[in-house]
């Protein structure tokens, strides 16, 4: 089956990096990404990684992919209070008619200034 | 470019009245749609998707369903809502070789 899980909340100072954390449970999975929510909004999509990379780096964000603990972070540097939002993982899966993502459950990133 | 579309942003209906919630996507051709909700406190849940006009594929029963009029036209509804229908309703697309999802801002459905 496929589950994502997420610790729910995560509090920083801001200037401090924040890593926020996401298991999952297909092992055929070949993408993992990160979203972003802000209040109120949609989910914007921050980054994603392929199964085949450990690593992916973009600007502020670092992505660390283990497959064989099915882990996956999400490290945020030099954190600012306009990174406050839910943080969500999915993964993507390849059952039925489509693809699909399966969503963890979000982490609630709150950054104190 | 694409623009995915959802109304209304906001929604307050009585328990056992009807519901219709609208996505649109503009600069595609037969994209992959999607609904999703967000309930409080909870992630986000795969509710249907379609590949095609006509083509709905329900994720978990419930309440609610879908219809895909248009090729870029997704429609959730229901019959009677119930309490536990209050959320965040997410539509999204993608292309259908693609694997990346863009969303809509979102409904939010308050069930009184």
């Known amino acids: 089956g496929e589950d994502v899980e997420q610790s729910l909340f995560l509090s920083v100072r801001e200037g401090d990096s924040s890593v926020i954390n996401c298991t999952y449970t297909d092992s055929s999975s070949t993408y993992l990404y990160w979203y972003k929510q802000e209040p109120g909004a949609g989910l914007q999509l921050l980054t994603y990684i392929f199964s085949n990379m450990d690593m992916k780096q973009d600007q502020r964000l670092t992505v660390l992919l283990n497959k064989k603990d099915k882990h996956l972070s999400l490290r945020i540097a030099d954190t600012q209070t306009g990174d406050s939002a839910i943080y969500f993982c999915a993964e993507l899966n390849y059952g039925g008619a489509t693809n699909k993502l399966i969503f963890g459950t979000g982490t609630l990133l709150a950054v104190q200034p | 470019s694409q623009t995915i579309h959802q109304w209304p942003a906001t929604l307050v209906q009585p328990v056992g009245s009807p519901l219709s919630l609208e996505c649109t996507v503009e600069?595609?051709?037969?994209?992959?749609l999607y609904w999703y909700r967000q309930a409080a406190g909870r992630g986000l849940q795969l509710l249907f998707y379609s590949v095609g006009i006509g083509q709905i594929s329900s994720e978990v029963p419930q309440n609610l369903s879908a219809s895909r009029p248009q090729d870029r036209q997704f429609i959730l509804s229901s019959k009677k809502l119930l309490l536990s229908d209050s959320g965040f309703y997410l539509c999204?697309?993608?292309?259908?070789?693609?694997?990346?999802?863009?969303f809509g801002a979102g409904s939010r459905l308050t069930v009184l």
């Open positions: 600069g595609t051709s037969n994209p992959n």
């Open positions: 999204a697309w993608k292309s259908s070789g693609a694997n990346v999802l863009t």
